[in-house]
């Protein structure tokens, strides 16, 4: 049911061009995936997904479990059913909370007691509980319930994290049940090698359909970001996919290819939407620029989504000026389409043995611009 089969090799990096089976159906890597936190990419329907050919989308275990709850979404015929998306969805554990709810939180080695930010009622997350709730959500892709240190942690207590991590994960393994939904382990450790190492070989030792890398994109600069990913390659399993979480820039996706991963994901795109910027190549436009107000060109000449095809740079700057709920949706269509795109771009550049790891297919000397 998780086969996961390589159909290409990059003969110049460690890029593959590969497909990993669900119960939804498959997932071509690499690929980039768009986070719908609460059961809802912010802002984006699950047509226009389609037609922007997302493959694979997130959800988030914490809050779906904070609202509506698990059970409700059970009831409805699981989550696919929920939100009437048809193809795979992976869920997050909880663990990125552990992170980003710091100050709301009480860490011990039997699990994490958030205090409910909606209305200050204590909420018990354990690894049996966070499998439980994937579970019930019937998610195609469940992860183990980690301790995401931030950045700033130090190597004590990132080592203590890592300890519970890997404790977690045994108790995850015991407790999912599910044979339909393929369980996958998360490697942390920090910015620190040795710390990584021995986690990532914590994580082999159960031989999970697939493995992520944790513990990146939590304020540390992306040069940390590429010294993980090339540090751990060469002990990344070959016959899994490998998912790099939270990254969702051109040029650390590309690095991150290069060096053998598959899968991403980001709630960058939609945020930036939501801000009126949009991503066009390597570059951030702020749409509420006056530079825009009568600048009738699509926003990006070559994208073909529906933002691109329809609708003038104009018209976008009037929409975002006056906080119209439109500019925000198409601004956000555009930059997911803009990271599948790119996605697409890096499988056809691995099969024409061009990609790099510096890979940008709009640059006018680039061998690989008509995959743009």
């Not at 579970?135 to 207590?157: I, R």
């Not at 269509?333 to 709009?362: G, Q, V």
Request: proline share 5%; aromatic share 8%; hydrophobic share 35%.
């Amino acid at each position: 049911m998780f086969d996961f089969e390589i159909h290409y090799r990059c003969p110049h990096t460690s890029a593959r061009v590969a497909s990993f089976s669900t119960p939804h159906g498959k997932v071509n890597t690499p690929q980039f995936m768009p986070v719908g936190t609460l059961g809802t990419v912010k802002g984006v329907t699950s047509s226009q997904l389609e037609e922007i050919n997302a493959q694979m989308i997130l959800a988030n275990t914490y809050h779906l479990h904070l609202q509506p709850g698990e059970s409700i979404v059970k009831e409805s015929g699981g989550l696919h059913h929920f939100m009437n998306w048809n193809k795979p969805i992976l869920t997050d554990s909880g663990g990125y909370q552990v992170f980003s709810l710091g100050k709301l939180n009480k860490i011990d080695d039997g699990g994490v007691s958030f205090k409910n930010h909606r209305d200050g009622s204590n909420i018990e997350l354990t690894p049996e509980k966070a499998m439980q709730i994937q579970m019930d959500l019937g998610a195609d892709v469940a992860m183990a319930f980690d301790q995401c240190p931030p950045y700033s942690a130090t190597k004590s207590e990132v080592e203590n994290a890592c300890r519970r991590t890997h404790d977690w994960l045994g108790r995850c393994v015991t407790a999912h049940t599910k044979s339909d939904q393929a369980l996958f382990g998360i490697v942390q450790g920090g910015c620190f090698p040795d710390l990584r190492e021995e986690s990532i070989k914590s994580v082999l030792n159960f031989d999970l359909p697939g493995i992520a890398i944790g513990g990146v994109s939590v304020g540390e600069p992306s040069s940390e970001i590429n010294k993980i990913v090339r540090f751990l390659k060469p002990f990344l399993p070959a016959k899994v996919p490998r998912y790099l979480m939270g990254i969702g820039t051109i040029p650390e996706m590309a690095m991150a290819v290069a060096n053998g991963i598959d899968l991403f994901d980001c709630v960058l795109p939609t945020r930036l939407g939501r801000h009126g910027t949009a991503l066009v190549r390597d570059e951030r436009w702020n749409l509420r620029n006056a530079r825009f107000r009568n600048d009738y060109q699509p926003l990006d000449t070559s994208c073909l989504c529906e933002t691109c095809l329809y609708y003038s740079r104009a018209y976008l700057h009037h929409l975002i000026r006056n906080e119209e709920l439109l500019g925000l949706t198409l601004l956000s269509i555009h930059n997911l389409s803009h990271l599948i795109r790119f996605s697409r771009s890096m499988t056809i550049a691995i099969k024409e043995s061009c990609f790099s790891e510096d890979f940008a297919p709009w640059q006018k000397d680039s061998i690989a611009r008509h995959t743009w």
